[in-house]
């Protein structure tokens, strides 16, 4: 096991109403609130109306941005970040899924320090300080809500890339369930998709951690039984609370604790898919995954097989890769590229960024021929 320092600063309220102690929690930090969020999804299930409610029974004057995209770009968050310093706001209060949230990451560090938000990104400019941010979740996905990353993408530089910085762990996170009653099928089965691949990249990481393992086990074995349910019953309150905290505690630092890094591969060649074609993150992920396995049955034959015997009884590679295409099925994700609506005609656009970025891991980095491989998994 390797050293490590067991942090996070997060506040997190989770269960049926708790955006009823936001105000409060809000007002010790100022008198002047950013609130950001999306295409509009939240003013249709609730979460908008409660939280500016209770920023406004504070007293606490509230100025607007929002049109935060899905993929969320760059130049959202430069001019959220422009309109926060006009307004001299002392806080932001981010609501909606992880794009919304992970952008008012940085648009806080942007109003502190009056900077551009891709050299925050690229570590050209380091951050002393950051506004308090205050997330009010409403996907259960990305584990955002409990942990200090967030990820942009620049059609300029042609990339999507995560930044990580300890300045941007939301102060307070209210995880209200109800919220997410909203969210469709395909978003909801990415979201599932998403936090096992959160589980898998810790899994695929570099260093022996055991506990670490037994929680990627458990949060997985989580997703496994609230899943494929919650997929036939998308309204149902108690299997959202199940999955939305199964998401948080797939990416809040348990499953980490103890290994050198996570390997995080199949999430730079996702982002790949993304940036290009604007893929949903979670299917990039339910195509990629599988796929990765298959180019990586001889290095990681070992691992793919202990998680398989864990979670589906394998007796073989193949048997536990197939579970894992089985299980993503059974939710709805996508195991080919075509499903997306991306062509075959694309496969040397999207290999020539992924070798172009050189996409791989921390732990298992690919080579360009593994790379044109894997598109053939891919398709
Ligand atoms: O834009 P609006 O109208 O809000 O609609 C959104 C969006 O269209 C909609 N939605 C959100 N909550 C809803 C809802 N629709 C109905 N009811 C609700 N309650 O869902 C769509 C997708 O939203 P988005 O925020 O993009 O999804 P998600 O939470 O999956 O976030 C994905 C982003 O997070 C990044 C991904 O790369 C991607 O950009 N990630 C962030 C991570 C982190 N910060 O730790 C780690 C992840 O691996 C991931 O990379
Ligand atoms: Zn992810």
């Known amino acids: 096991m390797k050293n490590f320092l067991a942090f996070n600063p997060v506040k ?9 102690e936001l105000g409060t929690s809000a007002s010790s930090h100022g008198k002047k609130a950013l609130l950001v969020y999306g295409g509009g999804s939240v003013l249709r299930n609730g979460s ?3 939280t500016r409610k209770q920023l406004q029974a504070q007293g606490i004057h509230v100025t607007e941005y929002n049109g935060i995209k899905p993929n969320p770009r760059v130049e959202n968050v430069d001019e959220a970040a422009g309109i926060g310093r006009t307004e001299g706001v002392d806080m932001v209060v981010a609501v909606g899924g992880g794009s919304v949230i992970d952008s008012a990451k940085i648009i806080a560090i942007c109003i502190a320090e009056g900077s551009d938000a891709w050299e925050v990104m690229t570590g ?32 300029e530089t042609q990339e999507k890339i995560g930044y990580r910085n300890e300045l941007i762990y939301p102060v307070h996170s209210f995880l209200d369930p109800s919220y997410t009653q909203s969210v469709p099928a395909n978003h909801t089965a990415y979201g599932v998709v998403d936090l096992v691949a959160h589980c898998l990249e810790a899994w695929f990481g ?13 949060v997985i074995k989580e997703a496994q039984e609230f899943g494929p349910k919650l997929m036939k019953d998308l309204d ?38 993304s940036f290009l074609y604007d893929t949903a993150h979670g299917a990039t992920l339910s195509i ?17 097989l202990q998680l398989g015997k864990e979670l589906w009884g394998s007796s073989s590679v193949d048997q536990s890769i197939e579970g894992l295409e089985s299980f993503f099925k059974s939710l709805g994700g996508p195991l080919k590229c ?33 790379r044109e491989e894997l598109l053939e998994y891919m398709f």
């Open 12 to 20: 997190l309220h989770f269960g049926k109403n708790v955006v009823q």
């Open 48 to 50: 908008y109306h409660d």
């Open 124 to 155: 050209k400019h380091k951050p002393a300080s950051a506004l308090p941010l205050i997330a009010v979740l409403t996907l259960a996905a990305t584990g955002t809500e409990m942990n200090a990353v967030s990820v942009l993408q620049n059609s």
């Open 206 to 218: 570099k260093g022996e951690a055991t506990l670490s393992d037994r929680f990627v086990i458990s």
């Open 236 to 273: 149902n309150y108690e299997l959202r609370a199940n999955i939305m905290w199964a998401a948080t505690c797939a990416l809040n630092n348990l499953t980490i604790y103890g290994r050198e890094s996570g390997d995080w591969g199949v999430h730079a060649l996702g982002h790949v898919l």
């Open 288 to 304: 990629i995954y599988p796929a990765w396995m298959k180019v990586l049955k001889e290095r990681a034959g070992d691992r793919i």
């Open 338 to 370: 075509q499903e997306e609506g991306i062509e075959a005609i694309c496969k040397n656009e999207i290999l020539s960024l992924m070798n172009k970025q050189d996409a791989g891991g921390m732990n298992f980095s690919l080579s360009d021929k593994e």
